[in-house]
């Protein structure tokens, strides 16, 4: 099959945690169907026929010599209705700051022309920062929800999209929660078709996931019900788990067990389950989430307001817990993957080399190995798109070509290069370290381009 898209360069990206693969001067090809179809390096004789046959067909994209392919970015947990709150709000506990900033802003989203002008332009923003797959925390009404499928079908970006099922009376604002379990499961269900109905063939861009917002916002009727939906329709699920001590313990206190046992009881816990935050779960926690194939959405930025600890990173990955990056919008106020990754690396440090200098060096941190660039640069790529079963976060064949290239040197960008330090690992450190929106110059999602 002819290709219909050929990109000319170096391409970066880390097929396994710990492994930088660095895809010097390569023909990048795709097919229709928006997927790498081929991978042609330089001493291939096939390559000169296959960029020459690409120009002529005015296909041909060639990258200048300071710039470089990289898969697109994955955001693994986002809040879309707290988008207008982004950068603001952040004075008070995850417990206070639900109930007074963020249920009476995502209430508004019942408005329909509201939801689309804000959702409009999160979704050009984030896409303009390079996140080529979003998993998006909805609102709690329907068709707000749908509006923002629209959206990201629109503007192109991959997404996963939950409505947020929130039904207990005890916890939830009359304001805003699904009257009672019945019609939370009602809602859920009739959320799911109708997405899957916006969309035709085997690859749709958009996908709906259950969305229980967490332990202490849903009856114990709501959480069994969605366990059951999960199984018969075949879903992605996302929630909340162990973000903070208030939130773990009130799960402890009111089930007697974790998270995760009690996410796990309900039939929440899959290979397709998204954890955000999960920064108190222990070793038996880790255990079953590796058994079970879920994933933590890490999100440093926002754990430093509401979590009061630092997610043992090191430890949940040795133990085989798939991990990625969430921005945490707007528990964490950027909008930018990178940040998210760069946030990953200091916390990481903070954790394993300590914070408090009155303590004598040795005793100061918990002496994890901190995570390095590559690991930081998987997390937002690959380790994303694991967490999510999906075939993106790498440049290989086969996969769908979601990614971006990066141009150095661009007026105002932080990223620059000399001609003594072009060595690639060095090049690819500086990209994960200070790759900026300015250094972004094009993206793709499935093969087509949106900037
Ligand atoms: N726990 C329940 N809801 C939320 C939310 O909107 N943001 C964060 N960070 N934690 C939550
Ligand atoms: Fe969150």
């Known amino acids: 099959m002819e290709p219909e898209l050929v990109v000319l360069g170096t391409g970066f990206h880390t097929p396994s945690r710990d492994r930088l693969e660095v895809l010097a001067n390569c023909a990048f090809t795709v097919d229709g169907k928006g997927r790498i179809s081929g991978i042609v390096p330089s001493d291939d004789p096939r390559q000169g026929e296959i960029v020459t046959g690409a120009e002529a067909r005015g296909i041909l994209h060639r990258l200048p010599a300071d710039a470089w392919l990289i898969p697109g970015l994955v955001d693994l947990h986002i809040h879309a209705p707290q988008w207008p709150q982004l950068g603001n709000a952040l004075d008070e506990p995850l417990e206070v700051w639900l109930q007074k900033y963020t249920f009476p802003l995502e209430a508004r989203f019942a408005d329909p022309d509201f939801a689309r002008e804000i959702y ?17 925390f909805g609102s709690v009404h329907r068709e707000p929800n749908l509006i923002l499928a629209e959206v990201c079908l ?16 005890e916890t939830c604002p009359d304001y805003y ?72 313990g009130y799960v402890l206190h009111r089930l007697g067990c974790s998270d995760c046992t009690a996410l796990d009881r309900f039939g929440l816990l899959t290979e397709r389950t998204v954890l955000a935050h ?9 255990a079953l989430m590796a058994r079970r194939g879920a994933a933590v959405a890490h999100c440093p930025m926002s754990n430093a307001y509401f979590a009061n600890a630092v997610f043992p990173l090191r430890r949940a990955l040795d133990a085989g817990v ?7 919008i707007s528990g964490g106020f950027s909008p930018s993957i990178f940040d998210g990754l760069r946030h990953a690396l200091m916390a990481s440090r903070h954790l394993g080399r300590g914070t408090d200098p009155s303590l004598a060096p040795e005793g100061r941190g918990t002496g994890e190995t901190p995570l390095s660039t590559v690991e930081a640069f998987w997390l937002a790529t690959a380790g994303g798109a694991d967490a999510l079963s999906l075939p993106v976060g790498r440049l290989a064949q086969g996969q769908c070509f979601d990614a971006l290239v990066i141009h150095a040197n661009r007026p105002g960008s932080g990223l620059r290069t000399f001609v003594d330090q072009d060595r690639p690992e060095k090049v690819f450190e500086k990209l994960v370290l200070t790759a900026d929106r300015t250094a972004i110059s094009d993206i793709w999602v499935n093969g087509r381009k949106l900037i």
């Open 120 to 136: 409009d332009d999160m979704v050009r923003t984030l896409v303009a920062q390079g996140t080529t797959t979003a998993l998006y």
């Open 154 to 169: 629109r503007h192109g970006q991959r997404a996963l999209i939950g409505k947020v099922a929130m039904d207990d009376a």
């Open 177 to 248: 929660r699904d009257a009672d379990a019945a019609t939370a499961l009602a809602e859920t269900r009739a959320f799911i078709a109708e997405l899957r109905a916006m969309q035709h063939g085997l690859d749709p861009l958009v996908l709906p996931v259950i969305t229980p917002r967490f332990i202490p916002s849903c009856t114990d009727a709501l959480l069994a019900g969605l366990g059951e939906i999960a199984r018969e329709m075949d879903c992605h699920i996302q929630t909340h788990a162990s973000e903070s001590d208030w939130a773990a």
């Open 278 to 286: 999960a920064n108190f779960i222990d070793s038996t926690d880790m």
């Open 322 to 328: 798939e991990v990625g990056l969430g921005t945490d």
